[in-house]
């Protein structure tokens, strides 16, 4: 078996797997949207933190739950600069089954890891498919 016919196929199988965690996410964030609450939540400061990439602020939310709870989430996305400021007005939403896991009503807070994911899916498994056919190709000259 030729290297280029196993990095094909290795990569072809990244790409699905990276396609089906991208979906199987989607899926996800669907059935949260369907019983998810939606509330006005505050920034209540923000968090710089830094890496080997850089650094980048989260928003810290506070917002009250349907009956009355004061919950506190950090944003797991980070930038620089800042989406957000102190004192903010956003909409969120929240399961209430787990509040904790609120998010941001915002479309890249909701499905930014979803779009990663496929997006290196469809790249992976493109190069992949495109070393699989090179060799069917030489097998076939």
Known sequence: MSTELII??????VGLLLAAIAAFSVIRTQIFLGKAQQVKGTVIRMVYSSDSDGGGYSPIF???????????VAD????????????QIVDMLYDPSNP????????L??????????GMGIIFGGIGVVFLIFQLLDMFA
Request: charged share 15%; net charge positive.
């Open 100 to 107: 904790h896991s609120a998010r941001v009503k915002k479309w």
């Open 109 to 118: 807070s909701l499905y930014f890891v979803p779009l990663l994911l496929g």
């Open 76 to 87: 797991n996305l980070r930038s620089n600069p800042p989406m957000f400021r102190e004192g």
């Open 62 to 72: 506070q917002f009250r739950t349907i009956t009355g709870q004061t919950i506190e």
């Open 8 to 13: 094909g196929i290795v990569f072809t199988l």
